[in-house]
């Protein structure tokens, strides 16, 4: 079983200090052999101070090493400070346990190459991969692609990343179990996080 620790809204707070709406959690399990949860899912949150809106944006995914290749459009959201957003994805066909009533499921996938998706809503790997929301459904090339919104990139195999390296975050969190008098601030972003909406959740990023 994988700890879910706050390190993508962390990342996520860094590198875009302009961008509210963020990814702040992934789960690439969903369905699989062992797993409790039915369906992968991605959770957004606002993490400004204001309220924000998305208009016309998709959800973009690539595997950890190659280009963007699908993606599904994302209704258009307001998100008051703070608030967060379940994006229900693909199912492996296996589990127990249906997520939490989501804020949108989705189901037609589009692929950039123009071939057929059969898939309803993305299968996101457990291990590595990029997701990205995009203000259109341009195809994102890299974390610096005009259109991206916020870049997550997670796992060791992920080429592609926006602001600190999740390997550093991840040797801060082995920091702070040998060294337990680390500055407070650093315990805070590291400590696991509570589920959303109150279910247990392994395998997240």
């Not at 307001?78 to 989501?102: C, F, H, K, R, S």
């Amino acid at each position: 079983m994988r700890k879910i620790f706050t390190l993508i809204g962390f990342v996520s707070i860094i590198a875009f200090a302009n961008a509210q709406i963020v990814i702040s959690e992934i789960y690439g399990g969903g369905g699989n052999s062992g797993s409790t949860l039915k369906n992968d899912y991605v959770v957004l949150k606002n993490i400004g101070s204001a309220t924000a809106s998305l208009t016309g944006a998709t959800l973009q995914y690539a595997p950890a090493a190659g280009t963007f290749t699908q993606y599904h459009t994302l209704p258009n959201i307001t998100l008051n400070p703070g608030q967060t957003y379940l994006i229900q994805e693909a199912t492996g066909g296996g589990g127990t346990v249906d997520l939490p009533t989501p804020d949108f499921i989705a189901t037609t996938v589009v692929n950039f190459d123009g071939s057929p998706n059969p898939s309803v809503g993305i299968g996101i790997a457990v291990t590595s991969g990029k997701i990205v929301i995009a203000n259109n459904n341009v195809q994102v090339t890299g974390s610096t692609s005009p259109n991206v919104v916020d870049f997550v990139g997670y796992g060791s195999a992920a080429n592609q990343y926006e602001g600190i390296d999740r390997l550093l975050l991840l040797q801060l969190q082995r920091l702070l179990k040998e060294f337990p008098g680390i500055p407070i601030i650093i315990q805070l972003i590291l400590q696991p996080v509570l589920p959303i909406r109150s279910i247990l959740r392994e395998g997240h990023w």
